[in-house]
Structures are given as C-alpha cells and as structure tokens.
C-alpha cells in the first residue's frame, strides 16, 4: 500500500513563508507526475503546481506565480512546495497527489495517490 504523508503546514502571518513536504512510501517502483491542490470549505478542489519525474514545472496555478516554487527529491520520493509571500486567500488544505507504479498486494499498478491533507492558515 502507497501512503502519502504531508508536512510543513500551520498559521503564519502575511508576508511569511512556509514549505510543505510530502513524502511517499509503500513498494514504489517509480513515481511519475506530483502535485500539490489546496481546497478551502465550499469550494472545489484546486490544482496549486505540479512537477515531472525529472523535476521539471509543468504546472503553476497564476495566484501563485512568482511566490510558490515546487521541488522533489527522487531519492526521497519526496515533493517540496516553497511559498513566500503567503497572503490569506492562501488559507486552505493542501494535498499532495502523485501518479505511482508500485506492488498492490500480487500485482504491479500504476495509481494516482493522495495525501490527508494538511491544514494552511495565513492571518495576522
């Protein structure tokens, strides 16, 4: 079984900065695309950034261009998400997703997996 564990998160003032951090762990043979998404109450599920397996950016949701950069550590399997410059409509839950080839009980599967969300607060 794949498990995604974030960290990182907590309240912090505007202007501050925060790195969440989700690791994966289980019987991963390789993980392909990560993400982050960030959801507040009432509305839907957002898509914040995501990263290639060879690290490249392929995507940046605007509201956060320019202060949130994504990263990962293959070794790791490990994606990082920097934000600076964190306003209050960045207040949310976040979640890491990634797309996964790992051993499911017999078989090999290729899933996508989520984290359990961890919890953002920008408030002075």
């Known amino acids: 079984q794949v498990q995604l564990v974030e960290s990182g998160g907590g309240l912090v003032q505007p202007g501050e900065s925060l790195r969440l951090s989700c690791a994966a762990s289980?019987?991963?043979?390789?993980?392909?695309?990560m993400g982050w998404y960030r959801q507040v109450p009432g509305k839907e599920r957002e898509l914040v950034a995501s990263?290639?397996?060879?690290?490249?950016?392929?995507y940046v949701a605007d509201s956060v261009k320019g202060r949130f950069t994504i990263s990962r550590d293959n070794a790791k399997n490990t994606v990082y998400l920097q934000m600076n410059s964190l306003k209050p409509e960045d207040t949310a839950d976040y979640y890491c997703?990634?797309?996964?080839?790992?051993?499911?009980?017999?078989?090999?599967?290729?899933?996508?997996?989520w984290g359990q969300g961890i919890q953002v607060t920008v408030s002075s």
């Open positions: 997703n990634a797309d996964v080839v790992a051993r499911v009980r017999f078989t090999i599967d290729r899933n996508t997996y």
């Open positions: 289980g019987s991963i043979f390789s993980i392909y695309d």
């Open positions: 990263i290639t397996s060879g690290g490249g950016t392929n």
